[in-house]
Every structure is written in structure tokens, then in C-alpha cells.
């Protein structure tokens, strides 16, 4: 075996695909060396262009979904949140129904969510059942259902907080570490 190593992947493998008597020759090793990181990059190009052509994936190409979509993210907005108002802005879409609702929340919370219907207050309720204290694309999420809910029927926000019992099982040093957003009436 030849002294020239071939680090690139991509290069190792096309030299395994010649035969055998070519692997020492160092001319054959150079070329496998330098056509192989051509594979290499290329290869990493067209995995970064995949995952621009999915929301939840998608990084530079994000300002162009939300143009698609006329979502105007705030300045400085995590990619998270602004994913999240992507997806719920490609759910939003169609005759609404509590299905559509519980989809479009769903998009902004990585927990449990639940969306019930009052029909003799006409009022829908989104209770965050996971999530303690308020998730912090709330305003993006107040948006999303506003544009999406006819004008006839309420929508209310429950937010789950630790309850007592909660607290009493946590360590003083847990507490403290908990922020005061988890606990009702502390802060928001």
C-alpha cells in the first residue's frame, strides 16, 4: 500500500471500486484523494439544500418561507420560534374546526396541549398541559389563532404552573433553581 493516505470518505470509497493493483499507485491515490472531496462537499451541499425545503429544518432559507407566507419575524426572534410560526402558518390553511386549532397550537409547543369547545359560550380554550408557566412564543401563538379564528368565536389561554404539591416534593436547592415563570403569579 501506497505512503498517501486518503482521508476524504468519498474518495476512500471510489478507490475501493477500482481493482486492486491500482491502490498503490500514488497518482491513482492523488486523484482518488482530490476527486473525493469534491464528492465530499458537494455531498454536504445537497444535504444543506435538503434541509432547506422543510420547515423544520430549514435555516438560511428560512426569511424565504416566511416571505412565502408574509410572516414578518421580529429582529432577533430564535430560529425555534420562527420555525414554529411557519408550520402553524402552513396548518392555518382551510375551513376552520377545533382540528385546525388544536394543529396550529400544537406547532408552537414542543408539550402536551389540549383544545376544548364551550358551545354555549362559543368559547374554545387552549390549556397548555406540559408546559409550565408561559411558552415563550406565546404572542406569535395569540397571533397565529387570531388570524385563523372567526370573529364570532372566543378563544381562552389556560397555563399549567407547579402546584403545590409540586413544590413540597422539590428540594430547597430545586427551587431556587426554578425560575420564577413557573410559579403562578411569578412574573411573565
Do not use: C
Amino acid at each position: 500500500m501506497s505512503e498517501f493516505e486518503i482521508p476524504s470518505p468519498s474518495g476512500r470509497a471510489m478507490l475501493g471500486e477500482l481493482p486492486d493493483f491500482l491502490w498503490p499507485v500514488l497518482e491513482m491515490r492523488v486523484i482518488m484523494q482530490t476527486e473525493g472531496k469534491r464528492f465530499d462537499r458537494l455531498q454536504g451541499e445537497l444535504a444543506d439544500q435538503f434541509e432547506q425545503r422543510f420547515a423544520d429544518t430549514a435555516t438560511w432559507d428560512l426569511p424565504q418561507w416566511e416571505e412565502e407566507l408574509g410572516i414578518v419575524p421580529p429582529a432577533g426572534q430564535p430560529l425555534p420560534q420562527r420555525r414554529a410560526v411557519v408550520r402553524s402558518k402552513m396548518r392555518g390553511f382551510g375551513k376552520f374546526t377545533g382540528r385546525l386549532l388544536k394543529s396550529v397550537a400544537d406547532a408552537y409547543d414542543n408539550g402536551t396541549i389540549h383544545v376544548s369547545f364551550d358551545p354555549p359560550s362559543s368559547t374554545f380554550t387552549i390549556r397548555f398541559v406540559s408546559t409550565l408557566g408561559l411558552p415563550p412564543n406565546i404572542a406569535d401563538l395569540k397571533k397565529a389563532v387570531e388570524d385563523i379564528m372567526p370573529a364570532h368565536l372566543l378563544v381562552q389561554y389556560m397555563y399549567r404552573y407547579l402546584t403545590i404539591a409540586e413544590i413540597e416534593a422539590m428540594t430547597i436547592a430545586a427551587i431556587e433553581a426554578t425560575s420564577l415563570d413557573r410559579f403562578a403569579g411569578g412574573g411573565a
